[in-house]
């Protein structure tokens, strides 16, 4: 069945015959150059393997505290030496400087006995060669440095490459979901062994020494703390006392008590005292009004008789009356002499009516017993009225005095209860300081024997042989590295240069025209350059 449309293998994207046949007239043509490319590449691997040191690996196991452990957590959960750090902080302090630097101290390592990065390692061959000696010293000639007390000697800057690379060639992984580490050391020698193990100890003693130092500084504060505590204890003790002596609180309030009871009396005492003076006041009120209406002195007794001078006026009164009765009987009433008789009887009778008819004849005067009575009492109730004012003065005065010592009860109350608050605060803090006291003391005591939340579960172990450089298969990669380098050098050559071959020539494109192939097939030629469907008749072709 016949395409709808032809295929034209000029037309492809990417022909992989036609690439084919470049790289295989390139490696026809360069087969010189892809030979020294793919010696160039063994000399170059076969240096590495020679100048570069083999990298051995060693790796101790470290077990931590599982975070699941709450009786560990609950027993040890007030000791500072049994306390821990999560896994990933534990990993990060194993391979820090400090515990570097002491195994490097320890086992005496240079350079040469760690671990170096291949561009690290590069660069101190080439401070180490003469080439770069040269370079170093010309440098330093054209372009000198200026002077600094900072410069590092010699040894400082051996010292600090050797601690930088030495910490690219130790590790510490954790093993996925548990609580176990790998600490993993790299170096050029089987020594990598005891170095691993040097690491693991060194930190676990650092650790432990960390942890010690901490427990002797917090018992050093502690003990600064506790004894300052103590100091200011003693001194609020005294100040205490010093305020209740002071202040008579022997039994703290007690006195107080007595003297509210003793105050609250002598006020209902003032309180009786004015009551009576008032009542005083009033009874000497009355007595002395009585004693002013009441005389001094009485008449004891009187005697009295008639008067004898009205008797006598009587007795003449009479006379004349009888006189007058009997000119009645001459004469008549209105006659001159019973006028003149009736006006003798009316002088006599007003002389009559102006005489007393008694007379008082004797009389006998006597103190008054009311007036003397009044009197006495009056002088009582003043002498009593004068000593309820001297006691109420006295009692007012006793009250004022004793009201001021209550009215400083509150502010006595106020001061005892600073005071007393006080006391407990810094007894609390002294008994707390004491407890962290004795928990430092056992800490600092147990420091360096106590159970590490890191321990050493395996040791390293000797390695038998590198783990780099792997000789063989270096070679085999260098020699297959080699090969394909040096065939994409000879193509790319090839193409650079445009060299002219047969394939080139027989394409539709070439710059020059086809005069004849050689050696090729007719069919493979026709059908090269055929460009009409497949279906149709033969054609032939001029070259």
Known sequence: MSEAVPYRPEADSFDFRRAGRIVGFAIAGHGRLILAVTVLTLAIVGLYILVWPPVYSASVTLSAVSDDDRQRENFYNDWAVFRRSALKDEMILATSGPVLKQVIADLNLGYRDVYHPPLRYLTWLWTQSWPGRAWRGTKDALFPRAPSPYVATASQVERARTLDDFRTGVGMTQLPDSHIALLTVRGPSPRVAEIADAVAA??????????????????????????????????????????YTQNDMLLMFEKDKVEIGQYLGQQAEVDAKRTAIAA??????????????????????????????????KQEQAKLVAARDALLVRYRSDSPDVRDMDDQIAAIGRQLAAQPQRGVQQSSIARNGGYDALRARRAALEAQLAG??????????????????????????????????????????????????MTAAVTAATAQSAPSAIQLVESAALPD??????????????????????????????????????????????????????????????????????????????P
């Open 202 to 243: 060194t930190y676990i003693a650092q650790r432990r020494a960390r942890f010690a130092a901490e427990a002797r500084q917090a018992y050093a504060s502690l003990q600064t703390e506790a004894d300052r505590a103590r100091t200011d204890l003693r001194a609020l003790e005294a100040r205490m006392e010093r305020y």
């Open 280 to 313: 005083a006041q009033s009874e000497l009120a009355a007595v002395t009004a009585q004693l002013a209406r009441e005389p001094r002195d009485v008449v004891a007794s009187r005697l009295v008789q008639d008067n004898p001078v009205a008797a006598q006026l």
């Open 388 to 437: 309820n004012r001297a006691g109420l003065a006295t009692l007012s005065a006793e009250v004022g005095a004793r009201r001021a010592t209550i009215d400083r009860i509150p502010q006595k109350m106020k001061d005892s209860h600073d005071l007393g608050r006080s006391h407990d605060m810094l007894e609390k803090t002294y008994l707390a300081l004491q407890d962290k006291l």
């Open 465 to 542: 042989k590198p783990d780099a450089p792997q000789t063989k298969l270096l070679l085999v990669a260098a020699l297959i590295g080699g090969l394909c380098a040096g065939v994409v050098a000879a193509v790319l050559l090839d193409i650079i240069q445009n060299r002219a071959n047969r394939f080139r020539l027989t394409q539709p494109d070439a710059p020059f025209p086809l005069i004849a192939i050689v050696g090729q097939d007719r069919a493979y030629a026709l059908r090269l350059f055929d460009r009409a469907p497949p279906n149709a008749p033969e054609e032939r072709h001029r």
